[in-house]
């Protein structure tokens, strides 16, 4: 058994005891809420993020609770989404966005600041990379700038459904095969939707060279701006405790 496969569940039993600030739900599904951590009247800075879990639903936000925490004592506020697990897309994406959305639209009344609202960071991790990529593609072009900062990202489900990548992951995730429902991958594909990323969204990956859950390729064949890590695996930009997290955290906030 991998190092990484063995610490994702490790980061998610040191959540298990972690609480957030507060919780923010966004829609009447019970999964469908946020985490909030961090002080709102003080951040810095915003930051959105959105955990992975390579689509299956036995994965929660529970093993980016450590994550979360140690970025808003950086000064940050860290607004952690959780979204509907079962069910397939179109769940995933639609609850990532309604959850962008309301906290954006809740970050005034929570007292978060003019300049830490504009400040904005969204993340994700994993799979939760491949939504925020996917979300950013569907924004209109005019809006305020936005930093996009995928961790390990899943960046191609055609090629993953190809390669029967993930133990099928992205397959079960979708439904249908690309030549069975082609316009469900076109929604949902970052690889795809490259060009529809808007201009005011900046797009940089952060991805470690020895990630043996998603190929460091796929982040290499993106075309968005990328900081190869040397050594660190999938698990490594998601642990606070990882000799890389120092550098992950000044790319996420700097």
């Not at 009247?41 to 140690?70: E, M």
């Not at 099928?168 to 439904?175: E, N, S």
Request: aromatic share 6%; hydrophobic share 40%.
């Amino acid at each position: 058994m991998s190092v990484e496969s063995v610490r994702i569940p490790e980061l998610s039993a040191a959540g298990a005891a972690m609480a957030p600030a507060f919780r923010h739900v966004y829609g009447d599904s019970p999964e469908q809420f946020v985490e909030v951590y961090g002080d709102p009247a003080t951040a810095s800075a915003t930051v959105i993020f959105v955990h992975g879990g390579y689509f299956r639903p036995r994965t929660d936000l529970s093993h980016a609770r450590p994550s979360a925490r140690a970025l808003a004592e950086s000064g940050v506020l860290v607004a952690s989404v959780e979204y509907r697990r079962l069910g397939g897309q179109p769940l995933l994406l639609d609850d990532v966005t309604a959850a962008i959305d309301s906290v954006c639209a809740e970050l005034p009344r929570w007292g978060v600041s003019g300049q830490a609202r504009e400040n904005l960071i969204v993340s994700g991790h994993s799979a939760g990379g491949c939504l925020v990529l996917a979300w950013a593609s569907h924004l209109p072009e005019e809006g305020p700038r936005i930093r996009l900062r995928p961790l390990a990202p899943v960046t191609d489900l055609l090629r993953e459904v190809e390669g029967d990548l993930g133990d099928g992951a992205v397959l079960d995730y979708m439904g249908v095969r690309p030549e069975d429902d082609l316009e469900a991958y076109l929604r949902h594909d970052p690889r795809s939707r490259t060009a529809l990323i808007p201009a005011r969204v900046d797009v940089h990956s952060i991805h470690g060279d020895a990630d043996a859950t998603v190929d460091i390729g796929f982040s290499r064949d993106f075309p968005a701006s990328l900081t190869e890590l040397a050594g660190a695996n999938h698990a490594d930009v998601i642990d606070p405790e990882s000799p890389f997290f120092p550098q992950v955290k000044s790319l996420l906030l700097g």
